[in-house]
């Protein structure tokens, strides 16, 4: 059991709580330290308890969750957000990442995502949390080059580069759905290998995609990852078939509500604008054509989103 992460349960239906919380200390993810009812109750013991998470509804009587978080952020509260609802509406899921929650759960409650989001969630805070004691300890101290190499966790594990990028690129495959595709964990590898080199060297081994799925199977076979195919040919194939899954899934996104966060951020950074739109198209079968994928394109945004987060 993790007790270190406390996290609070917000819903209305007592049922929908329980099932939350047993997934939660099942999973050994963290500790329940408390639950509230509706959205009034939540802000007294959020703001009394200090938990590392909030997993709220947001249909509840007297205040629902989005008015719960913004009352939750006015107050100087720092903790993350997950919102559980069986609601779908556009505007209200788009209101609800505006107020500051960081994933959706649709209900009914899948016990594999709850358990899956709630580590993202906190795995990502835990890093944000390091890189923040480490830029303190910079601002106070002569730290020299060694200070962008490697740091203590919370937990007083050696995070490097490579393993702060390695977690934010998993962070953007969950965004776009691809992380349980074949071809991500070549994705995740080839962002392991980039974002560890300095420009121009980064760029210039991104210019050549032979060369980085030939060091994508040297590091399998380093780790002896068997059961993973490692030709270049293969890797490319993975690669390709798993960024026309995320394409196909922004397309969707994009049709259903263009301005969605996650379509306006990944949207054109990862694809062109003709290669969305020839998707969108093909989606609303007003169009036969199939987009062409640009491997390059799509690693070059993801590897750039990587960088800004820690450089």
């Keep these: 059991m993790n007790y270190e992460n406390k996290i609070l349960v917000v819903d209305d239906d007592s049922g929908v709580r329980r099932m939350i919380s047993n997934i939660i200390e099942e999973e050994g993810i963290g500790h329940v330290i408390g639950e509230a009812e509706d959205g009034s109750e939540a ?30 952020r006015n107050s100087a509260y720092k903790g993350s957000f997950i919102l559980i609802s069986k609601i779908t509406d556009k505007m209200m899921v788009r209101e609800a990442y505006q107020a500051g929650v ?14 899956h989001v709630i580590r993202k969630v906190l795995q990502y805070k835990g890093l944000e ?3 923040q004691n480490l830029q303190l300890f910079i601002n106070n101290q002569e730290y020299g080059k060694a200070s962008s190499t490697v740091m203590k966790s919370s937990t007083g594990e050696s995070i490097t580069k ?13 965004d776009l759905g691809i992380l349980s595709q074949s071809g991500s964990r070549d994705i995740l590898e080839a962002m392991h290998i980039l974002a560890a080199m300095e420009y121009p060297e980064d760029v210039k081994l991104l210019q050549n995609l032979k060369v980085l799925y030939e060091k994508i199977g040297e590091g399998y076979e380093k780790r002896g990852n068997l059961d993973v195919a490692r030709s270049e040919k293969a890797i490319e194939r993975r690669m390709r078939r798993t960024i026309e899954y995320a394409l196909n899934n922004l397309g969707n996104l994009g049709i259903e509500d263009y301005h969605h966060p996650k379509f306006e951020r990944f949207g054109h950074r990862l694809f062109d604008f ?18 062409k994928i640009n491997v ?5 945004g993801m590897l750039r989103e990587i960088k800004q987060e820690y450089l």
């Design 43 to 72: 802000i007294d013991l959020v703001l009394d308890l200090q938990p590392d998470l909030v997993m709220i509804d947001l249909l509840m009587p007297e205040l629902d969750g989005i008015e719960t978080i913004k009352k939750l």
């Design 102 to 115: 960081e994933f959706y759960i649709h209900k009914p409650i899948n016990k594999e995502e709850v358990s």
């Design 129 to 131: 949390k390091t890189f």
């Design 162 to 174: 490579k393993e702060k990028a390695y977690t934010l690129a998993e962070n953007i495959a969950m």
């Design 274 to 291: 003709a290669t969305i739109r020839e998707e969108m198209l093909r989606i609303q079968k007003k169009s036969d054509k199939k987009p």
């Design 296 to 300: 390059k394109r799509f690693l070059e």
